[in-house]
């Protein structure tokens, strides 16, 4: 069934974005046909890497973008040294929002400088790349309905319209200049129909 190396798939996208819906219904769809893989978060992952987390996202804590940075890079140091390495070519690894999140919400919408996050980043990731990445996609008005009934908003689910749709345009920049970059669409597609086009470009890199 498996003829090829276990891949490192991202999936990246602003809030509300369907992004954590996909990612779900395609470790169900491993879990179901037997795929060995494993599922992590950013900020979050290891047992240190989830407090990061807590005081990241908590709103009663106003951090300055530079601390948001190192504590985001403090996280995936942590996940990459104790559970990326260690899975690689072992099991599919699954991450939701890997280093185009730091671009798109540090660089394109917090405005800190691109080539010290990319500096950062390297030093951290290594000779490390992802094999695909699917950037789910969402307008204000569906971002924001789907934002009010949410029960468990966080610290990034409370900016302005105008610093989503930098961040945005951030993700769709760095999807053009990549290679094996898939656009999902939460605004016309149904998750079955995500679903089917995450199948579909898996299997193409795991023939």
Do not use: W
């Not at 950013?42 to 951090?63: A, D």
């Not at 080539?115 to 980043?121: P, V």
């Not at 689910?157 to 970059?181: A, H, P």
């Amino acid at each position: 069934m498996y003829k090829k190396k276990y891949p490192v798939i991202i999936f990246e996208g602003i809030e509300a974005s369907g992004k954590s819906t996909n990612i779900n219904n395609f470790s169900k769809f491993l879990k179901k046909n037997k795929y060995q893989f494993i599922k992590i978060r950013e900020p979050g992952g290891t047992k240190f890497s989830e407090k990061l987390r807590k005081i990241m996202l908590s709103k009663s804590n106003k951090l300055d973008k530079k601390t948001d940075l190192l504590l985001i890079l403090a996280s995936r140091s942590e996940n990459v040294s104790k559970i990326i390495y260690k899975n690689y070519q072992k099991k599919i690894i699954l991450i939701d929002r890997f280093s185009d999140s730091t671009i798109a919400y540090q660089h394109y919408g917090m405005g800190l400088n691109l080539n010290i996050i990319k500096n950062l980043n390297s030093y951290i990731i290594g000779k490390f790349k992802p094999d695909l990445t699917f950037l789910c996609t969402v307008n204000n008005k569906n971002m924001n309905n789907r934002l009010k009934i949410r029960s468990n908003n966080n610290r990034y689910d409370n900016f302005k319209n105008s610093f989503y749709n930098k961040v945005q345009k951030g993700f769709l920049k760095l999807s053009k200049n990549k290679k094996k970059y898939v656009l999902l669409d939460s605004n016309n597609s149904t998750p079955a129909e995500n679903l089917n086009r995450i199948i579909k470009e898996f299997k193409k890199i795991t023939k």
